[in-house]
């Protein structure tokens, strides 16, 4: 599958483009994008935190459960 650079605009092919998909993924709010609403990291609520071991376990899950949604080229 083949994509656009985000920065650069050039296309972007293979496993940098699974890269940039997921550093798209793990860096947006749920809800930011207006006509995606439902694409989005949930986990970012969790931040700031204590770190304690649900909160681990919980932001584990929500990140495999990204990227099995978001991303069928990559598994963890």
């Keep these: ?3 656009v650079n985000a920065e650069t ?3 972007l092919a293979d496993f940098p483009h699974v890269e940039q998909s997921l550093g798209k ?3 947006t709010y749920q809800g930011e994008r207006v006509m995606r609403e ?3 990291n949930p986990g970012l609520a969790l931040l700031g935190r204590p ?3 649900q ?3 919980l932001f584990y899950n929500i990140i495999f ?3 099995e949604l978001f991303e069928p ?3 963890i």
């Design 1 to 3: 599958m083949t994509g």
């Design 51 to 53: 770190i304690t071991e």
């Design 9 to 11: 605009g050039h296309l």
């Design 38 to 40: 439902w694409f989005g």
């Design 65 to 67: 459960m990204l990227v």
């Design 25 to 27: 993924i793990f860096s």
């Design 73 to 75: 080229r990559f598994k």
């Design 55 to 57: 909160n681990i376990l």
